[in-house]
């Protein structure tokens, strides 16, 4: 078996034991985590990665499109075509998430009995107040209607933020799964955490959604002209039970989505292109624009540590007391 040394920087999902890259990469590989890598799978939060001059892999859990001056390779939200270096493959998928799509392409086998347990009406489970303001403007919007069980940490009405988020839906008729914001193709793990739980997410963020997922399942806000629009569609499901049970009944996608054996052999190909292989320009103008952000990032790093420095001498100043 063909040994490869690794390293996973600037995001901590990348050393979890449910790591989706190293499952994939383990059928065919022995993976060796390096400090002195050959190849390194890198994301968003940090600048590690410009520490090293090999093959660099990015992936993004946000809204982020890949700079593929810095990177070799890269996967994330975007309906990117860029030869063999991008592919597709939202954060839904894959690490702790992995589970909670593949319960929800079975969401639509639910019974008789789950569904009448379902007695409670809406739920809004947030604790990012960093977003677009539609989302909190929703749901005090859909609360003055009938109350709307908040259990995150954000506008929090139920006591405290819940711990498990799947089964504190499934009590609920439907979930509110607003993203933080709107862009083709960004859908997050929130509408596939609602249909994990067998509930009708009210849905904006994404207005292309529908491309994949089956609008007959959930409520596409995007397809409506107001919230008293949205509101008469959810008391029309809410008061037909047949309406309800049906639109519960209907598969999460409306096309194929997700396709891991396309993700295994968009892995197998770079690290069967080898570690020499750069698909970065690593000459010129690219090598420049390389060593531009890597002193940029000790700049930052500089001015965040000497930021600390002040911090506490302004907090060990007697005259603060």
């Given at each position: ?61 946000e ?17 990117i ?23 929800a ?72 799964t ?29 207005p ?21 629009e ?44 080898g ?47």
């Open positions: 078996m063909k040994s490869i040394k690794l390293k996973f920087v600037d995001w901590p999902y990348l050393v979890e034991e449910n790591n989706t890259f190293i499952e994939i990469l383990s059928k065919k590989y022995k993976i060796i985590e390096s400090e002195n890598p050959e190849f390194i799978f890198y994301s968003d939060f940090g600048k590690e990665h410009l520490k090293y001059d090999c093959i660099r892999i990015y992936y993004t859990p809204n982020m499109v890949p700079d593929f001056n810095i990177c070799d390779y890269a996967i994330g939200y975007h309906d075509k860029f030869e063999d270096r991008f592919i597709r493959f939202p954060l839904y998928g894959l690490f702790k998430y992995r589970s909670q799509y593949e319960l392409l079975q969401k639509h086998n639910i019974d008789n009995a789950e569904i009448l347990r379902k007695t409670k009406f809406c739920n809004f489970v947030y604790s990012n107040a960093d977003a677009d303001r539609i989302r909190t403007d929703f749901f005090e919007f859909l609360n003055r209607y009938k109350r709307v069980d908040s259990g995150g940490r954000l506008l929090n009405n139920i006591g405290g933020p819940v711990t498990d988020k799947i089964s504190f839906q499934r009590d609920y008729k439907f979930s509110i607003f993203e933080n914001m709107s862009m083709a193709s960004i859908t997050s793990e929130k509408i596939v955490q609602a249909f994990a739980s067998q509930t009708i997410p009210i849905y904006w963020g994404d292309v959604i529908d491309r994949y997922f089956n609008e007959k399942a959930f409520i596409n806000v995007h397809k409506y002209n107001s919230f008293e949205v509101l008469e569609r959810i008391k029309e499901i809410e008061n037909n039970p047949s309406l309800f049970a049906n639109m519960l009944q209907e598969p999460m996608l409306k096309n194929k989505d997700l396709d891991y054996e396309e993700l295994e052999r968009f892995l197998v190909n770079i690290f069967e292109r570690p020499s292989d750069f698909r970065r320009s690593n000459t010129l103008r690219g090598k420049w624009y390389q060593d531009y952000h890597k002193r940029m990032a000790k700049w930052d790093h500089t001015i965040s540590k000497w930021q600390h420095r002040f911090s506490l001498i302004k907090k060990l100043n007697p005259l603060n007391k």
